[in-house]
């Protein structure tokens, strides 16, 4: 498994291309994207296992990028043995793949209190089965929907992180929640290694624009580990990120 | 129970007397990031040195601060397999609209963080039965995976939902104390009732399976929890669980050594608090910590007239919310018993509050006229002074900032 996280105190730039952060953006992972990314230097890429078994060369050799396996929570009605299967087969899937993470999600703000019990649930299990097969995990956490306001979205985004590195997530991404001091209160309480994270307008309702100039400043400035941008970016912005944050300067 | 559960039961109950002080610092899981559980290694670390029994914390803080486990005096550790929202209230980010529960870890991976214990939830008091079942079923899931671990099953038994009223509330915490022992709990972490009365048949119900007594939502000061321990503890209840009265606490070690005193020393809740204190006392303001709450007013009032009525409290808090300039305690400077012109004012030399031998007083106002703070106050019958509550001062025992403390005089 390749090391994406930082390591002697450096920072790494993943770029997601599995829907699971934009979950709205229809975005098309054609092969060559995937294939100018690798060759980038980008540090990791995450994406679903099947996209990742078709690009699965792309993810050797020594200067290839760390591959984080994206593993999306079932939303519809299931028991826990059916989600507990459904996190077997993928981790373990993952774990063929060479993958050097699982990634998945973990929202609040659910309009109904069960589906953030469920998200919840499918989280626990996925970390039992990670820690079981000894492989890391990328939770990305965010706030959801109308419950949500502009003056509790902070707040949201510690509660989520923190219940993410509660229930035993290695790594954690959060969205921008306006400041870099904001960043950093949160990355003191959730108390793992956290990504800061390119995340949809749609799901952060009425937060900062997350201009890459403003995720890299706050990166920078605080004890955020690195940044995870959306698969919207282009390869000019990805590139712009990877001096920006290994050379310690905004872009 | 097996040998290994046994085993790993003694490593919280102390084996001398069967007690255990448990701190719970898994709030973070269901709350976020609350005070006194923000940075939660600072806190245990502080906490650590009033030396309890076992820490409750959830599997991902269980992984990251094992060094805490470590060592021959080190805590026992119990890991929470399970989440609720039923804690968020109004006052919450994002407050709970209707109760849920859910698995977050598997007894296995508890067991390879080191788990002494395993604990989990079983509400009673849904409206709807099945949820109640589903719960129970839960319960029963866990301690089977226990029971192949060879972990202990600590079964946390509250009344929830919109079932439970102040009148049915003891005989819930009764019956699911029952259940709780039907799913296979091994120990069991129970609310308080209320009165030794109404947990004695708690205690009962638990049929022999050790009960835990939480400490509760953080009290204003020591002495409230500590003197629900001290009833849990004399109708049988074998340790306390102390979550927020510990990890918010302004001295956790402290608070905690107070616990111990009760648990382990066998000491009362007013025996703790007052140990340590030799010779006379006085009450000391510290007006930065004060705002204004005007807590210690009634706790005085109370104490010595049994009412609320606040003009006869012996000290007084100047300046309002937000902005309040501190209390005025009696310092026991003696200007009032140099006054007196009968000797009906004398300091008591074994603890240093005042006394007035209403025999002697003639209520000539002197006293009055010569306290350098206007604290004394006289009506037609008597004088009101600061007799510190017979080496109890009920102020500084209910102050929540300590912004009025005791220290020898």
Redesign the interface.
Known sequence: MREFARVGGGRSVLVCVDGLINLYESVVVTSEAVDALCASGVDGIVMVASTAELHKNLFQGERSPALLVSVNWPSSKSD?SVMRNIVSGEVEKALGLGASAVVSSFL??HE???D???N??F???L??EC??HAIPSLIVTAPMGD??TKE?YE??V??AA????????TYVAIPYAGTAEAANGIV??T??PTYLMDLNRRIAKGQPDCNLEGLLSAAIGTDLCGVALSPSRSLDEVKAALIGLHGGHAT | MNEAKELRLSRIFDPGDGRAVVVAADHGMMLGPIPGAANLERTLTRALEGNPDAILMSPGQAERLSRLFRGESAPALLVRCDWTNAFRDRTYTLPARSTQFCRVASVKRAAKLGADAVTIYLFVGYQDKEREDLHMEQARGFARECEEWSVPLVIEPIPMGPRVTKTNYHELVKRSVSLSVQAGADALKVPYTGDPETFRPVIEAAKGVPVLVLGGSKALSDREPLEAAEEALGVGASGVVFGRNVIQSQDPAQTLRLIREVVHGGKTAREALTSGRAGPIILRANPDLCTGCRICLSACAMSKESKFDVSKARLRVEGTWPNPTGPVVCDQCGSCVQACPTGALTVDDEIGGLRCDMELCTLCGACVQACPYGLLKMDSERVYVCDLCSGWPECADWCPTKAIVIAPR
Not at chain 1, 162 to 169: D, L, P
């Open positions: 826990e609040v703000g109904r209190d069960e953030e019990a469920r919840f649930a989280l626990g299990s970390i039992d820690e079981d419950r949500p509790t707040d949201c510690g509660l923190r219940m993410a590195s509660e229930a035993g997530a003191e309480v108390g793992v």
